[in-house]
DNA sequence: CCAAGTTATGCACACGTGTGCATAACTAAA
DNA sequence: TTTAGTTATGCACACGTGTGCATAACTTGG
C-alpha cells in the first residue's frame, strides 16, 4: 500500500534515519542528499503515518472534546458548530488533531474519561460545563491531566483553567446601551438566580448603572423561568405597578417572546415605551417583530481561546491565567430604537 | 508513568505475548494464568496503550467527521450537534473513536483531506453534503477509501453512501396532515428550486395531492428565497388572487414568519382560514404567534444512520443500499388547528 | 602534514502491542 | 509404553518512526 520512510530511503540511497532526520528538520543534511530525498518522496508519494508517529514519540498530538446529549439544546443556536469549528482550527493550527468524546453523566463519565486518558491517545480535553463534576475534576487534578472547562464551573474545589463568556461585561453593555439610547429605569429578567451566569449580568448590571448614577431598584430584578410564560408573567407584572421600567434586559431568548406579547397586549409600544434586550443572540431575534436587540459572543473565538488554552497547558505547565472571558457585543435592531431626548423632528 | 504489558507479563510471571492473548482473547489460556494476569493488571492499573495497539495491527479504529464554517448557519439549530452525538454513539458501540477535522473547500480542503487519510490515521470518513466536490469524491473514489455523505449529494458522477432526511415524504407528510385537517387547496413555498431537497419535497407535495384526488395547480408551487421579505412578498400574492390557497407548505424558517405577518396584515386567520406547515423545525416555531406545525427530523438518528453505514462500508465490503434516508415527524402545533368540516359545536 | 574540530550519515535500539511458529507439558489412544 | 494429538505458553520478529552514539569524510589551524 502506502510507501514508508524505508522505501523512500531506499530509492534515494540513504539510511531511513537520515530520511526521518529531513522530514523533521532535525539535523543538518546536506543539500544534495535533502534533494534525493525529496524527490525519493515525490515519486513514492510518501505521507508518513501519522499513527506510527505519534506512537514513536509518545505525543499523539490530540486534544479531545467531550460532548454530551446536553448540549444540543443548552446550547444557543450555532454555538456548538461553531465552538467545534474554532477548537478544531486552533487546534489544526499547532498540529493538534481533534477526537470527539462522549462525556454522558449516565454511564459514569469519570470512569470511561479515566480509561480514555490512560490510553495516551489525547493530551488533553476540552469540557462543556454542563458535564463536569467534582469526581471528574478531582481526577483530573490528581493525575495532573491538561483540561479545560467551556463555561463558568460552579462548584469546583480546585482551580481549574476555563473559558467564558464575560458576562459581568455583558451586564454592563446591555445598560450602557439603553442609557446611551436615552432609556434610564432599567429592569434585569433572569431565568434563575442559581444559575453563574446571571448572577455575573445581575452584578456588571447594578456596576453600569451605579456608575451611570442611576439608583438600583432591587424590584426591578425579576426571576423567573425559561419559557415564553413565564417571560410574559414577569413583564406584566412589571408593566402593571407604579414605576414602570422603560426599559428592560431578558437573560433569554424565550422569556423575551414572552415580554413582547406582553407588552402587545398591554398596547405598549416597543421601543418608544419599551426598550429591550436580550442577553441570548438567537435567531429569533431577528425574526420576532419587532426585532430585539441582543448581546453576540463570538463562539468561533471561544472555540479558539479554549483550545489555545488547552494546548499552552499542554506543551508548557505555565499558564498566566485561570479563566480566560471572551466580551460580547451590542447588535442594534428594533427594540431599542428609542429617539434621544430633545432629538429633533 | 503507566504501566506497560511487560510490567503486567513480570508481575504475573508470564511472557508478554500471554497478557496480549488474554486481552484479545485471541488463545486459550489457562485459568489460572487468567487470573494471575487479571490481578496484576489491576494492581498496576493496567490500561492498553491506544496509540500501540492501533498501531501494531495497522488499524485506527477511527472515523472523522469533517466540518465547515458553512455548518454554523445552514444547519438548523441543534443539528449539528445531535448529529456529532448521534455519530460519536454510534462508533462508540463499534469501538471506534471520532474525529473531527476541518474540510473547508478555502484552502483546497481536497488535498488536506487527501493527506489524512494517507496519513493512516483514520479509517473513513463523513462529509456533510456542502463541502464535497467533484474533485474530493473522484480522489476518495480512486483510493477506494470509505466514507458517506451527509445529505443528498448533488452532482455526484460517482455512486456515493449518503444518509439524509426523507424530503419526498417530507412533502407527503406535510399534505397528508394538511388534508386530514381539511385543507384541500395547498400551496408550496419554496427557498430555491435548484436544491436537491425542495426537488424531492415537490415530488412527494404532487403525489401525495394525487393520491387525494387533488388536482396540481402550479400556480401554487412558488419559489424565493431564504428571507422573511421574500416569504411574505411570496404569500401576499399568493392571497391576493382569486383561487386563494386555504393552507400553505414553506420550506423553511425565515420565509415562514414573513407569512405569518402578510396573513396577519392582511387579516387572514392563522389557522382557520389558512394552514401553515414550516419544513424546518426549529425554535421559531415554537415561539411564533400562532405557533407553526413543522416537520421534525431525529438528527441524532441521522448521525447513527451515518456512522452505522461507514463502519458498515469499513469492515465489510458489501453494503445493501447507497442511501439511507430518514422519515420525517409532521409535530402539530397551532398553525394548522383548523376545525374538522362538519365538526360540532 | 598532522591534530583537532566539524559535518553528514549510518547503525542499532526503542516505543507497546500483536502474532506465526516452535515447543514443552499434558492427555488420550493404541 | 509409545505415539499422536492437544493445550498452554514463550520466543522472536513485525509495525513505522525517532534518536543517541559511533564514525567516516571533510575542514581548518598550526
Redesign the pocket.
Known amino acids: 500500500m502506502g510507501a ?3 522505501d523512500v530511503a531506499r530509492l534515494a ?6 530520511v ?2 529531513v ?2 528538520n ?5 543539500d ?2 535533502k534533494k534525493r530525498i525529496y524527490s525519493a518522496m515525490e515519486e513514492l508519494k510518501y505521507v ?2 501519522d499513527l ?2 505519534s ?4 505525543n499523539p498530538s490530540t486534544i479531545a472534546l467531550a460532548i454530551d446529549t446536553g448540549n444540543a439544546s443548552d446550547y444557543s443556536n450555532s454555538f456548538f458548530s461553531n465552538t467545534v469549528f474554532g477548537i478544531e482550527t486552533a487546534a489544526h493550527k499547532s498540529n493538534y488533531s481533534l477526537m470527539v468524546v462522549n462525556g454522558s453523566k449516565s454511564h459514569d463519565g469519570t470512569e470511561d474519561i479515566e480509561r480514555l486518558l490512560m490510553g495516551k491517545r489525547i493530551n488533553g480535553i476540552i469540557f462543556p460545563e454542563s458535564i463536569v463534576n467534582k469526581s471528574l475534576l478531582k481526577m483530573l487534578d490528581e493525575k495532573n491531566f491538561p483540561y479545560v472547562i467551556l463555561g463558568h464551573p460552579m462548584d469546583a474545589e480546585v482551580e481549574t483553567d476555563w473559558v467564558d463568556i464575560d458576562n459581568r461585561q455583558a451586564g454592563e453593555a446591555a445598560v450602557k446601551h439603553l442609557i446611551e439610547k436615552g432609556y434610564r429605569r432599567i429592569a434585569f429578567m433572569s431565568d434563575g438566580n442559581d444559575k453563574v451566569f446571571n448572577q455575573d449580568r445581575i452584578e456588571g448590571y447594578k456596576k453600569e448603572l451605579k456608575k451611570n448614577g442611576i439608583e438600583i431598584d432591587e424590584k426591578l430584578i425579576v426571576e423567573g423561568v425559561s419559557t415564553v410564560e413565564s417571560g410574559k408573567e414577569l413583564t406584566e407584572k412589571l408593566l402593571s405597578g407604579k414605576d414602570v421600567p422603560d426599559a428592560l434586559i431578558c437573560s433569554n431568548d424565550r422569556m423575551v417572546v414572552g415580554t413582547l406579547r406582553a407588552a402587545n397586549e398591554k398596547g405598549i409600544v416597543v421601543p418608544e415605551e419599551l426598550g429591550i434586550i436580550c442577553c441570548d443572540n438567537t435567531p429569533v431575534m431577528e425574526l420576532s417583530f419587532p426585532s430585539i436587540t441582543s448581546l453576540n459572543v463570538d463562539t468561533y473565538k471561544l472555540g479558539i481561546k479554549a483550545a489555545e488554552k488547552l494546548i499552552g497547558r499542554i506543551e508548557d505547565e505555565m499558564v498566566e491565567d485561570r479563566a480566560n472571558l471572551l466580551p460580547t457585543d451590542v447588535i442594534e435592531r428594533g427594540s431599542t430604537l428609542k429617539k434621544m431626548k430633545g432629538a429633533g423632528i
Chains 1, 2 share one sequence.
Do not use: D, Y
Open positions: 514508508t520512510i524505508k540511497g540513504v539510511s531511513h534515519s537520515t526521518s532526520r522530514l523533521n532535525k539535523a543538518v543534511i546536506s544534495e542528499t508518513p503515518n506510527a508517529r506512537f514513536a514519540n509518545g
